[in-house]
């Protein structure tokens, strides 16, 4: 079986380099990056996919708006962005949101 091919017809199967073995290749998962103006550091959202579908067409208008928007996580609560606060922004698939705002596996809050 070819290097990203499937397992039991299932996607997201690979061969490891050298042995052979299929492992499960790690789900990309949606996330809203933001640099916020004067801030030395982005800020990670993880969207739902549905999130992430609708806002990706909407992104550029949010931003020269400077609009305020409620964004749907990938955990099921609403995260506030005041757009007219972020530098730059865009929509990126990570294979871990372990430290995004709105992640299944980070809690609640803002600490880690």
């Known amino acids: 079986m070819p290097v990203g091919g499937s397992a039991q017809g ?3 199967w690979s061969r490891t380099p050298g042995r052979g073995a299929l492992i499960r290749m790690a789900d990309k ?3 809203l990056v933001l640099h ?4 030395p550091q982005p800020l990670h959202v993880a969207l739902s996919a549905e999130e ?3 806002l990706t067409d909407r992104l550029p208008s949010l931003m020269s708006s ?3 928007v409620a964004l749907a996580t990938a955990d099921g609560t609403v995260f506030a962005v ?3 606060q972020v530098a730059t ?3 990126e698939s990570t294979r871990s949101d372990a430290n995004a705002y709105g ?3 980070r809690g609640t809050g803002f600490s880690n």
Do not use: D, M, S
């Not at 916020?36 to 801030?39: K, R, S, T």
């Open 10 to 12: 299932e996607p997201g």
């Open 103 to 105: 992640a299944p596996t």
């Open 82 to 84: 005041n757009f007219a």
């Open 66 to 68: 400077g609009e305020p």
């Open 29 to 31: 998962k949606p996330a």
């Open 36 to 39: 916020l103006a004067g801030a």
């Open 52 to 54: 992430a579908a609708r």
């Open 89 to 91: 922004a865009h929509i």
